[in-house]
């Protein structure tokens, strides 16, 4: 299965960046030396076995721009599943950003009118009051995306943000991601687990999670608090862990070492990350204290064949 993935926005915006951390785990200190993408250029990303992202990452200087709304515009805006819209939140051509994301909503809308839209409003890192600017762009595009369905993010390439929001990208392209959970809220209860989450394995995106993601751990997991009360975890706990373990993946790449399993056990909680398939890791999170990592491991083996 092949999805098309537009990545489009003004040059600068931060789009190969973007890129290069979440497929090929360069780490963000690396992404200054990266130069202009030149009209396009694809990748083959695989993703969970079957699917395949066909990304296109195109160049966003002007002189491109004006081909791909004109000479290429049925070859850029044809079978496309997602495209994303990266906004340089410093920009000092905001009108004339805004102008090519209509005239490319125009294209899409004509060519895959199917087609999932995410804007990222990037580069966050740069601003003093970002929830404030983000909210009144986030009106400024609804304004100018008409009755079309936009998701809008906050990004940056330093933070958790820009994990949040691939996976969310992401999670629209994976058909099964409904069945995943169920499956996994089945694991967690066999597991006496508070929670557990499954990653891709390259990108550590988050693919799927036992609970309803609301934030706080699920009714329908059982939780063992020392003192009986509920849990109440971190909502951006999925992001965050992404972040973590990427970078941790790189320092081990660094020392020519390979990321294979890893376990927390404290007073308080344990945690397991551990291969699942061979293209997904689960993390299960416990907090209940007669629970051993072993038996936790265990399981993750007996289920393999399973998620397979
Ligand atoms: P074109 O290839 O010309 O279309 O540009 P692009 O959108 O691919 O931009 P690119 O990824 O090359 O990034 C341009 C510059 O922005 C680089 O120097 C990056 O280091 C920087 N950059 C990317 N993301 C961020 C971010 O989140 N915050 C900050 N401060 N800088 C960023």
């Excluded at 951390?21 to 990748?43: C, K, M, Y």
């Excluded at 609804?142 to 809008?152: F, K, L, R, Y």
């Excluded at 790449?253 to 397991?272: G, N, Q, Y």
Aim: negative net charge.
């Amino acid at each position: 299965m092949k999805k098309k993935v537009l990545l489009m926005g003004a040059s600068g915006s931060g789009k190969t960046s973007m890129r290069s951390l979440i497929f090929s785990n360069n780490p963000a200190s690396l992404t200054s030396r990266l130069g202009a993408t030149i009209d396009v250029e694809q990748n083959h990303v695989r993703f969970l076995g079957d699917l395949i992202l066909n990304l296109w990452d195109c160049g966003g200087q002007d002189s491109f721009m004006d081909s791909y709304l004109t000479t290429q515009r049925s070859t850029i805006f044809q079978q496309v599943g997602v495209m994303i819209y990266v906004f340089d939140i410093e920009s000092a051509e905001a009108e004339k950003d805004m102008e090519y994301y209509r005239d490319c909503l125009d294209g899409l809308r004509y060519y895959s009118p199917d087609a999932a839209i995410f804007l990222l409003l990037h580069k966050m890192d740069l601003v003093r009051e970002p929830q404030q600017l983000l909210e009144k762009k986030r009106l400024e595009l609804e304004e100018a995306s008409g009755d079309v369905a936009i998701s809008v993010f906050g990004t940056t390439i330093f933070d958790q943000t820009l994990y949040k929001a691939w996976s969310s990208i992401v999670h629209t392209l994976i058909p099964n991601a409904g069945i995943l959970s169920k499956h996994l809220s089945i694991f967690a209860q066999a597991c006496g687990a508070t929670e557990v989450i499954l990653f891709e394995r390259t990108t550590f995106l988050v693919i799927a999670t036992s609970s309803s993601g609301s934030g706080v751990a699920s009714s329908a997991v059982p939780t063992y608090a020392k003192d009986g009360s509920d849990h109440q975890l971190e909502s951006t706990r999925y992001e965050r862990t992404s972040e973590l373990v990427k970078a941790f993946k790189y320092t081990c790449s660094r020392v020519r070492e390979e990321f294979h399993t890893f376990e927390v056990d404290l007073p308080d909680f344990s945690a397991v990350l551990d291969e699942l398939t061979r293209n997904t890791y689960v993390l299960v999170i416990l907090h209940d204290p007669t629970i051993e990592t072993a038996a936790v491991k265990l399981n993750i083996r007996l289920a393999r064949s399973k998620f397979e």
